[in-house]
């Protein structure tokens, strides 16, 4: 059953090799890298678009990771409202930008707002979370549009986004990122996937948070659902994307304001020669 906690022998393992990426103290980090496009001869460009869970944990040892990675920018697409009610402010690392990119602002936080996320959440639905990922496309335009533009302008400078969990939030920019290249949806919702290792080390933290709100309180089981990545829920997400968006580039058109132009560039700045890498 995928609510129960994985072998830890095995999340160790899986941690430990690609896409996976060791940075201390911050918990499901994966690189974008090297997945094949539809561009015959191309994949993505390793070491260079990282997703995660949130870094407020980061220890000196990860931020010098950081520096090994040449992590110039990190994008953190949480809210103030989430930060503050957590008390996970944004780490402070020498030489690395960290832009404050919010999906939902603090309106979007109102007491009834939250119950009626949380309630989608715990259904644990393919449906809800159509429902949730429909709000993130809705509101995500212009967080998404500075990650979008720094793969335009920046295209030898790596930069990291994260959420909270890394799950939600980064997981539909980083289908957006890898839909764009021709990744297909099979690889799209295998990365989405591996949140489920992922998260792992970061479950009983998780849950702590949970717990101090009413509908999780005494549900163990709906807590649990709001993190699930199953590989289906992705697949309906690019099928949702699709014939509720028009697709990949259509959303970026509208929601992101990007031109044709904007578009190849990102396309062309996040693949290189599979002979390359």
Known sequence: MDLEPLDPVYVNERLSKPPFVSIPGVVNVRDLGSYQTDKPGFITKPGYAFRSGEISSITDEGKARFRELGITTVYDLRSDTEIAKWTSPCPQIEGVDIVRTPVFQVEDYSPEMMAKRYELYASGKTEAFMELYSQILEHGGRAFGAILRHVRDRPNDPFIFHCTAGKDRTGVIAAILLKLVGVSDEDIAEDYALTRVGREPFRQKIMARLAKEPI???????????????????????????????????????????TDEDIETIRQNLIIPSSSS
């Open 216 to 258: 999780f309180a005494s549900n163990n089981e709906a807590a649990l659902n709001m993190f699930t990545s199953r590989p289906e829920t992705m697949l309906a997400f690019l099928k949702h994307l699709e014939d509720h968006y028009g697709g990949v580039e259509a959303y970026l058109k509208e929601y992101v304001k990007l």
